[in-house]
């Protein structure tokens, strides 16, 4: 089964002194064919990469699959983020696009932010946090 990486478990993974126990999650998943990623990922990742760690960067995600955000997945998250102010939480509109995402195509989601069991706990009991 894939797993969706969220940035924070990507960063963690490049990182030379990153999370040994997610470098080593993101690597097992990497080699077992079973890690993807979705498109406010790949975004997040690129945007934030200096220009020397970008081949490493692309060879990683080469190795992943992706997962597109469609519309519909945008749509609800955008339903969600509005349930979510009403409880009063803001939540990063892009982790909950991910959360969104992970949550809508059944697939655990390996992530370092806290936030995502928060967003599980309000609103989306079946986002399965990897």
């Given amino acids: ?46 945007m934030g990469a200096r220009p020397k760690e970008l081949p490493d960067l692309h060879q990683a995600l080469g190795f992943s699959s992706r997962v597109v ?11 969600l983020a509005g349930k979510l102010r009403a409880k009063g939480f803001n939540f990063p509109a892009l982790d909950l696009l991910i959360a969104t995402v992970a949550s809508a195509e059944n697939l655990p989601l390996l992530a370092r932010d806290a936030h995502f069991s928060a967003v599980r706990e309000a609103l989306l009991p079946d986002l399965d946090l990897a």
Avoid at 5 to 27: H, M
Avoid at 33 to 44: Q, W
Avoid at 69 to 79: G, I, L, Y
């Fill in 1 to 46: 089964m894939r797993v969706l990486i969220d940035t924070s478990a990507w960063i963690e993974f490049l990182r030379p002194q990153g999370d040994p126990a997610i470098k080593s999650r993101v690597a097992d998943l990497i080699a077992l064919g079973a890690a993807a990623y979705t498109c406010p990922v790949r975004y997040e990742l690129v």
């Fill in 69 to 79: 955000a469609t519309p519909v997945h945008w749509d609800r998250s955008a339903e």
